[in-house]
């Protein structure tokens, strides 16, 4: 008889940052019944930890869509650390709480003059 293969899954997360490679059972990580590699479970729950810290701040709640996709795109596209986008939300605590949620793109903003000083 030969040894049972083990179980193979296709990571769930949009943003998987092993292009699409299989995940073995026994290395997966499993968040609502989806199977994820540790470190994309590791990232979206940075991601998701972002958006309630900045939904915290502000008052419109249906805006937490919008507030996942702006810091996802900051993430993926435009290579902003995570944590400095963390960082500038849990400092900026007085100016979110007064302004939609398009000014979580001043962030990007402020790391590419950080970044590439001119």
Same mark, same amino acid.
């Given at each position: 008889? *030969? $040894? ?6 296709? !990571?769930?997360?949009? %943003?998987?940052?092993?292009?699409? =490679?299989?995940? #073995? ?15 994309? *479970? $590791? ?6 930890? !972002?958006?309630?810290? %900045?939904?915290?701040?502000?008052? =419109?709640?249906? #805006? ?55």
């Amino acid at each position: 008889m *030969a $040894g049972k293969e083990e179980k193979e899954y296709i !990571c769930a997360y949009k %943003y998987c940052l092993h292009h699409g =490679d299989r995940v #073995k059972d026994s290395e997966s990580v499993v968040i609502n019944r989806k199977h994820y590699h540790w470190d994309c *479970a $590791g990232m979206k729950q940075e991601i998701t930890d !972002c958006v309630n810290t %900045y939904m915290s701040y502000i008052e =419109d709640k249906t #805006k937490y869509p919008i507030a996942y996709r702006a810091i996802n795109t900051m993430v993926f596209k435009n290579r902003v650390p995570i944590e400095y986008i963390r960082k500038n939300i849990e400092s900026s605590k007085l100016y979110y709480s007064q302004k939609p949620v398009q000014v979580l793109y001043g962030i990007r903003k402020l790391f590419y003059e950080q970044e590439f000083k001119v």
